[in-house]
C-alpha cells in the first residue's frame, strides 16, 4: 500500500501545508534521546485529518461529487472533511455527537458543511449516517478504516522521513487506527528496521485490547479527555496495525494532560489531548530510547481556549480600570 | 552596525535555536497580504532575548566573567541572561519588579540566577542594581540598550530574511526598543528598500510620542497587558530607531488581545501579548499591505497557563468519577 501513499502525497500536495519538524533541547534530555517533533497542529483544519480528507475527495467520481458526502465525526475528520468539500465544490453532511466540542461544531458549520446531530454511543454514529446515504446516494467517507484516508494520513511520516532522515522509533496516537496504520506503511517502507509504537489512552485501549486478543474488541466507555481517541479500530485499520505496527503502549490520562502542558508551556505548541498522547507516550518510559533517534507525531491542536481569554479579557478589564 | 548582528550571529549559533518561520492562507485572506512569521516564541527561554545576552556574555573578559553580572528584568531579558550565563558558567544578580510573572521568576530562579526583587515603576530597577554594581563591580547587561543586546536581537532579522527573501514590510515589536533596533539595522542593510513598523501598545506609546517629539519621552503609567514592553527607550535605542525606522503604530489593548487569540487559536502558537503585538499591527489595518510580502516578529511566548491547566485536570477529574 506503500504506492497509495506516495500517490495521495502527490494528489494533495497543494492543498496541504508542509507541516514543520520542532526538536527541544528540554525533551532530549529529559528523554535521553533525539526527538523529532511533526506538528500536525500546524495543519490546515488544525489537525492531520485534512490529508486524507483531501485524498479521498479527490479520487470520486463526478456522479459522487455531484451527490455529495457524509461522514460522522466528534471533530477533527468533521473540520478536514467540510474544508475539503468547500474547496472541491462538493456537498458534504456530517453527523456529530451531542458532546463534540462546540468550537469544532461551530468550525465544521463554517467550512460550509450540514450538521447533523447523533447519540454520543459510538454505534449511534453509524445509525445516523445509514439512512441517509440510502436516501440521497450520499458516499460515506469513514473517518479512519477507509483505505483512501488511511493513505493520506500516511503521508505525515512520508513527509516527516523525507525531511529527518533515519529514525530508530516513530510514536503515534490511536483512536480508529488510519494514523497509525498510514504511518506504520509508510514508515515500514521508508526504513524498514523502525519500531512503530501506536499510543493509547488506558481508558480507551481498544488497540491494545485488540491486538491482545487477535481479534477487533471495541471500546465500550471511553472515558478519556483524549475526545478524538474514542474511536474503535476497524477491520482494514486492524489488519495493517497487526501487521505493522510493534507495540501498543497505554498512557493515563493525567499523563495525557501533563504532556499537553509540557508541549503548551515549554515548547509553545497548542495541543489537543488527543495528539499530545504521543508524547506523553515517549515520557512515559515505558520504552528505553537511550541514544535514540525518535519521531514523534502531534496529530492536531484543536483545544477550546474560550474560557481562558474570557478570563483574560476580565483581568485586563479590571487592571485598565 | 551591521557587521556587529553578522558578528552576533557567527557567535551565538551555537546556542540558539534557529526558529522556524510559518505562513497562514487565513492570514494572508484577512490582509490581502502574504505574511511570513519570525517565531521567536520557539527560542530558548521562550523569547528572542535570549540572542542578545549569549551576545552580550560572550564578550566579557575574563575578570568580568569571573565577577558576574547583573541586569533589572519584568522576565524575558531574566530567564535569557539567567540561562546564557548557566551555559558560560557566570553569575547572573536579577532586579524583578514585584508585579513580574510568577511563572518568569520560577524560570529565571530554576536557570540558577539570583533574584532580587524591586519596586514596579521603571526607575526602581535601576536604582535596584546601582549600590551592586559598586560594591561587588558586576557587569551591568542593560535588557535593551546594550549595543550588544541590540546586535544579538538584530539576528533574528538577519536569519529570517536570509531564509524568506526579500519582504516589502517587516513588523516588530517595541518596548526599550532592542528587537526593534536590531531588526532595523539587520533589515535595511540586507533589503534597503524595506520598510521597518514598530508597533507598540497604545497605553505603553512612549517609542510613538519619542518620535514624534524628537526627543525621549520616558513612558509613565504604562497600562498594558503586554508586559514586555512597559519598558521605554534608551539613549541607543531612540538614535537607531529614529535613523532607521520608517514608521511606528500603536495597538489597543483589545487588539493585543485579539492578536493573540489568533494565533493560539488558529495558529496553534502559544505567543504572549508583548510576542502578538506585531500581528496585532498588520490586522489593525493601519497600513496598505495589499499583494506585500510582509514579514512579522513574534518575539516571546511566556504566558502563564497554571489556571488553564488547573481547571482542565478539575474538570477531567470530575468527568473521571
Redesign the interface.
Known amino acids: 500500500m506503500f504506492r497509495e501513499v506516495e500517490a495521495a502525497h502527490q494528489r494533495i500536495k497543494k492543498f496541504v501545508n508542509s507541516t514543520?519538524v520542532?526538536t527541544s533541547?528540554t525533551l532530549d534530555k529529559i528523554t535521553d534521546s533525539n526527538c523529532f517533533i511533526k506538528?500536525e497542529?500546524?495543519q490546515?483544519t488544525?489537525s492531520f485529518k485534512f490529508r486524507g480528507a483531501c485524498n479521498a475527495l479527490s479520487q470520486l467520481s463526478i456522479m459522487q461529487k455531484k451527490k455529495g458526502v457524509i461522514t460522522h465525526s466528534s471533530g477533527n475528520h468533521a473540520q478536514a472533511l467540510a474544508l475539503a468539500a468547500e474547496l472541491l465544490g462538493i456537498k458534504a453532511i456530517i453527523a456529530m455527537p451531542q458532546d463534540a466540542s462546540p468550537l469544532k461544531v461551530a468550525a465544521t458549520e463554517d467550512y460550509g458543511a450540514r450538521i447533523i446531530t447523533c447519540g454520543n454511543h459510538p454505534t449511534d454514529r453509524e445509525k445516523a449516517v445509514e439512512p441517509l446515504i440510502e436516501k440521497h446516494g450520499y458516499t460515506l467517507i469513514h473517518p479512519s478504516n477507509d483505505l483512501r484516508i488511511i493513505a493520506g494520513a500516511g503521508t505525515v511520516a512520508y513527509e516527516f522521513i523525507k525531511e529527518v532522515g533515519k529514525l530508530h522509533y516513530i510514536f503515534s496516537p490511536v483512536g480508529g487506527g488510519g494514523l497509525l496504520s498510514g504511518t506504520a506503511i509508510a514508515s515500514k517502507h521508508l526504513v524498514p528496521s523502525i519500531k512503530i509504537i501506536g499510543v493509547e489512552p488506558k481508558?480507551a485501549d481498544d488497540a491494545y485490547q485488540s491486538l491482545k486478543a487477535g481479534r477487533i474488541i471495541p471500546v465500550k466507555n471511553p472515558?478519556t479527555?483524549a475526545d478524538g481517541l474514542r474511536s474503535s479500530l476497524g477491520s482494514n485499520t486492524f489488519r495493517i496495525i497487526r501487521q505493522n505496527v510493534d507495540q501498543i503502549i497505554t498512557v493515563s490520562?493525567?499523563e495525557i494532560?501533563a504532556a499537553?502542558?509540557f508541549l503548551?508551556?515549554r515548547?509553545?505548541?497548542?495541543?489537543e489531548p488527543s495528539g499530545a498522547v504521543s508524547i506523553a507516550g515517549v515520557l512515559s518510559k515505558q520504552l528505553d530510547l537511550k541514544s535514540k533517534r525518535v519521531g514523534i507525531i502531534i496529530s492536531g491542536?484543536n483545544i477550546d481556549?474560550t474560557?481562558?481569554?474570557a478570563?483574560?479579557?476580565k483581568r485586563?478589564h479590571l487592571?485598565?480600570q
Open positions: 514543520p520542532l533541547s506538528c497542529n500546524f490546515k488544525g481508558n472515558n479527555i490520562e493525567e494532560v499537553m502542558q503548551l508551556e515548547m509553545k505548541l497548542v495541543v491542536g481556549l474560557d481562558f481569554f478570563r483574560l479579557r485586563m487592571v485598565n
